[in-house]
């Protein structure tokens, strides 16, 4: 399936991938390749139910309990930038 | 130590033929001289000799496990509590986990001494090392040559001789195939049966931890400490764990292995199709019986993985927003820049790519055509295992269809690269064990020979290759080193 660069302006832009201009091309090409590989699946389109994973376990169930200890330092210490126990970001709101 | 395995090693420091800080010397001295094959992103020599130090104490006690005092690296995309952790990417660079992966947890627990992290593809996503921001590894038997990925750095590891094991990951072949590329021994388990807690996320629905090592023995003995139960990942498993140790001593005798006529398509290469015959011709000789089967879906795994594998990427992608750890861009002009611009400087092209088809699979209006279908596809392909598992034990056929390729051979076609994991993607669609086992070379490269198992049969998959590696020696193999 050929991929026009519109199509990836906006796959980049649901990713929030930053793609330059001349990349388009390339990625254009590169994401037809690609999904020409998926176009195989047509013929698969049985009436069979899709697997979303391997074992039909149900998911478990933990207790509703608190388990986690209080571990804000450690992780603040992560970010790129924080301050007084908050994650700092550009301003959002003009 | 290069060619003593972890029982020999086991004993040899119970009778204090060795020692713990020894062993991790030695490992320390072949990582730096084999410095060459980039193996390595972090080596920790400081906390690895407190942990042998530890080990020692333990023995000189008479406590200790199997693994007590034994060295061994860790892939870097399982989180080590005070240690770098970068999954390869630039994204991850400077990331310091403030804790330990179940998988490291257990293993440490056991007294085994971690000396580094090795080199991987990016976020696990490739099949040539060659997607790392540290450089490609290089095949310790060919330098010019991949030695395979994602974990192509604890196989180079291990086949080099530096670490008797290393743990490794496998979302689509990532253990199977560097293993069969350099000439040793991969596992990966039944998905489930090894937490994926601290272990980076790349295909939650198929990742799976696991280990390369030269013996199946030797991947036994860790896989008995990587098992279990792990309440943090709600999709580990809970049941019991076999004795997969005791178990290696039963014999292949009536043990039906499956030959499935479409792992011997026109694409594999004659030489890695010879020897696999030949080792299948030894299964027999050993008592096997060679049932021929058929896998009527296997064409369409490639293309149902290179559909789920990337949706999930670009899902579990997504938390890297710049704002919580990993690389944020210099000066950013909007949260919107700060996102885009931090993801797009941070991520290599084939991560990139990845969550690009992935998001075009899970968007509005094509999510039927590819997501669904790919699903659709993925219960065709398990199914074929579930009805060739009526008449066999055991599946058997190459690992890949050839042997290392150059560097650079495949870089410029992700499909030509993609490719490489035909026989090794559907084993994860359908979440079952398999291992790859050396089983000779081809124009002076190894070969792999691929056993899958029903789910949680590790152990008859363990013994089936522990049988074929006592009768053989290609597991024993050594490349030369460099002069």
Same mark, same amino acid.
Request: aromatic share 6%; glycine share 8%.
């Given at each position: 399936?050929?991929i026009d660069?519109?199509?990836?302006?906006?796959?980049?832009?649901?990713?929030?991938?930053?793609?330059?201009?001349?990349?388009?091309?390339?990625l254009?090409?590169?994401l037809?390749?690609?999904?020409?590989?998926?176009? %195989?699946?047509?013929?698969?389109a049985?009436?069979?139910?899709?697997?979303?994973?391997?074992?039909?376990?149900?998911?478990?169930?933990?207790?509703?309990a608190?388990?986690?200890?209080?571990?804000?330092?450690?992780?603040?210490?992560?970010?790129?930038?924080a301050?007084?126990?908050?994650?700092?970001?550009?301003?959002?709101?003009? | 130590?290069?060619?003593r395995?972890?029982?020999?090693?086991?004993?040899?420091?119970?009778?204090?033929?060795?020692?713990?800080?020894?062993?991790?010397?030695?490992?320390?001295?072949?990582?730096?001289?084999r410095?060459?094959?980039?193996?390595?992103i972090?080596v920790?020599?400081g906390?690895?000799?407190?942990a042998?130090?530890?080990?020692?104490?333990?023995?000189?006690?008479?406590?200790?496990?199997a693994?007590?005092?034994?060295?061994?690296?860790?892939?870097?995309?399982?989180?080590?509590?005070?240690?770098?952790?970068?999954?390869?990417?630039?994204m991850?660079?400077?990331?310091?986990?403030p804790?330990?992966?179940a998988v490291?947890?257990?293993?440490?627990?056991?007294?085994?001494?971690?000396?580094?992290?090795?080199n991987?593809?990016?976020f696990?996503?490739?099949?040539?090392n060659?997607?790392?921001?540290?450089?490609p590894? *290089?095949?310790?038997?060919d330098?010019?040559?991949?030695?395979?990925g994602?974990?192509?750095?604890?196989?180079?590891?291990?086949?080099?001789?530096?670490?008797?094991?290393?743990t490794?990951?496998?979302? @689509?072949?990532?253990i199977? %195939?560097?293993?069969?590329f350099?000439?040793?021994?991969?596992?990966?388990?039944?998905y489930?049966?090894?937490?994926?807690?601290?272990?980076?996320?790349?295909?939650?629905?198929?990742?799976?931890?696991g280990?390369?090592a030269?013996?199946a023995?030797?991947?036994?003995h860790v896989?008995?400490?990587?098992?279990?139960?792990?309440?943090?990942?709600?999709?580990?498993?809970d049941r019991?764990?076999?004795?997969?140790v005791?178990?290696?001593?039963?014999?292949?005798?009536?043990?039906?292995?499956?030959?499935?006529?479409?792992?011997? @398509?026109?694409?594999?290469?004659?030489g890695?199709?010879?020897a696999?015959?030949?080792? !299948?011709? %030894?299964?027999?000789?050993?008592?096997?019986?060679l049932?021929?089967?058929s896998?009527?879906n296997?064409a369409l795994?490639?293309?149902a993985?290179?559909?789920i594998?990337?949706?999930?990427?670009?899902?579990?992608?997504?938390r890297?927003?710049?704002?919580?750890?990993?690389? *944020?861009?210099?000066?950013p002009?909007?949260?919107?820049?700060?996102?885009?611009?931090?993801?797009?400087?941070a991520?290599?092209?084939?991560?990139?790519?990845?969550?690009?088809?992935g998001?075009y699979?899970?968007?509005?209006?094509?999510?039927?055509?590819y997501?669904?279908?790919?699903?659709?596809?993925r219960?065709?392909?398990?199914?074929?295992f579930?009805d060739?598992?009526?008449?066999?034990?055991?599946i058997?056929?190459?690992?890949?269809?050839?042997?290392?390729?150059r560097?650079?051979?495949?870089?410029?076609?992700?499909?030509a690269?993609?490719a490489?994991?035909?026989?090794?993607v559907?084993?994860?669609?359908?979440?079952?064990?398999?291992?790859?086992l050396?089983?000779g070379?081809?124009?002076?490269?190894?070969v792999?020979?691929?056993?899958?198992a029903?789910?949680?049969?590790?152990?008859?998959? !363990?013994?089936?290759?522990?049988?074929?590696?006592?009768?053989?020696?290609?597991?024993?193999?050594?490349?030369?080193?460099?002069?």
């Amino acid at each position: 399936m050929p991929i026009d660069h519109a199509t990836v302006r906006h796959m980049a832009r649901l990713a929030r991938l930053a793609v330059a201009e001349e990349e388009l091309p390339r990625l254009a090409a590169e994401l037809g390749r690609v999904l020409q590989l998926a176009d %195989q699946l047509a013929a698969a389109a049985a009436d069979v139910e899709p697997m979303a994973h391997p074992h039909e376990q149900t998911l478990a169930w933990r207790a509703d309990a608190v388990t986690e200890t209080d571990r804000a330092d450690a992780l603040l210490a992560l970010a790129p930038d924080a301050r007084g126990g908050l994650y700092l970001v550009p301003k959002v709101i003009e | 130590m290069a060619n003593r395995g972890i029982a020999q090693l086991a004993q040899d420091l119970r009778a204090q033929r060795t020692s713990a800080a020894a062993l991790l010397d030695a490992a320390l001295e072949r990582a730096s001289a084999r410095a060459d094959l980039n193996a390595f992103i972090t080596v920790d020599g400081g906390r690895a000799h407190l942990a042998a130090d530890r080990a020692d104490a333990l023995l000189r006690q008479g406590g200790g496990a199997a693994l007590t005092g034994i060295p061994f690296a860790h892939k870097d995309i399982f989180c080590t509590n005070g240690i770098r952790t970068t999954c390869a990417s630039r994204m991850l660079a400077d990331f310091v986990p403030p804790y330990d992966a179940a998988v490291a947890e257990r293993l440490a627990a056991t007294g085994a001494v971690a000396l580094g992290k090795t080199n991987m593809d990016e976020f696990a996503m490739g099949s040539s090392n060659e997607n790392s921001a540290f450089g490609p590894v *290089r095949n310790p038997w060919d330098a010019a040559r991949v030695p395979g990925g994602s974990s192509g750095g604890s196989a180079a590891a291990v086949a080099a001789g530096i670490v008797p094991f290393a743990t490794g990951t496998d979302t @689509g072949g990532s253990i199977r %195939q560097p293993a069969a590329f350099c000439g040793i021994t991969g596992l990966k388990p039944t998905y489930g049966r090894v937490s994926r807690w601290g272990m980076i996320a790349f295909a939650s629905s198929l990742d799976c931890g696991g280990v390369l090592a030269r013996r199946a023995e030797d991947c036994a003995h860790v896989l008995a400490a990587m098992a279990g139960h792990d309440a943090r990942d709600a999709t580990s498993v809970d049941r019991p764990v076999d004795d997969y140790v005791a178990a290696l001593s039963t014999s292949l005798k009536g043990i039906r292995v499956g030959v499935a006529r479409e792992y011997f @398509g026109a694409g594999v290469d004659g030489g890695v199709g010879a020897a696999v015959q030949a080792a !299948l011709a %030894q299964l027999e000789r050993l008592g096997a019986c060679l049932v021929d089967i058929s896998l009527p879906n296997a064409a369409l795994a490639i293309s149902a993985y290179y559909v789920i594998a990337p949706a999930e990427a670009s899902s579990n992608l997504a938390r890297y927003d710049g704002v919580r750890y990993g690389h *944020r861009c210099a000066e950013p002009k909007s949260l919107e820049d700060l996102y885009t611009r931090s993801r797009a400087e941070a991520f290599g092209a084939e991560v990139r790519r990845r969550i690009l088809v992935g998001t075009y699979a899970l968007s509005a209006g094509y999510y039927d055509a590819y997501y669904l279908r790919a699903q659709r596809a993925r219960r065709l392909i398990a199914n074929d295992f579930v009805d060739a598992f009526k008449q066999v034990d055991l599946i058997a056929g190459p690992t890949t269809p050839t042997t290392a390729f150059r560097l650079g051979e495949k870089t410029g076609d992700p499909l030509a690269m993609y490719a490489a994991d035909v026989n090794t993607v559907a084993v994860n669609l359908a979440g079952l064990p398999a291992i790859s086992l050396p089983a000779g070379f081809s124009a002076g490269l190894p070969v792999g020979l691929q056993v899958i198992a029903p789910a949680f049969a590790e152990a008859r998959l !363990l013994a089936a290759a522990h049988q074929f590696q006592v009768a053989t020696d290609w597991h024993l193999r050594e490349p030369q080193s460099p002069r």
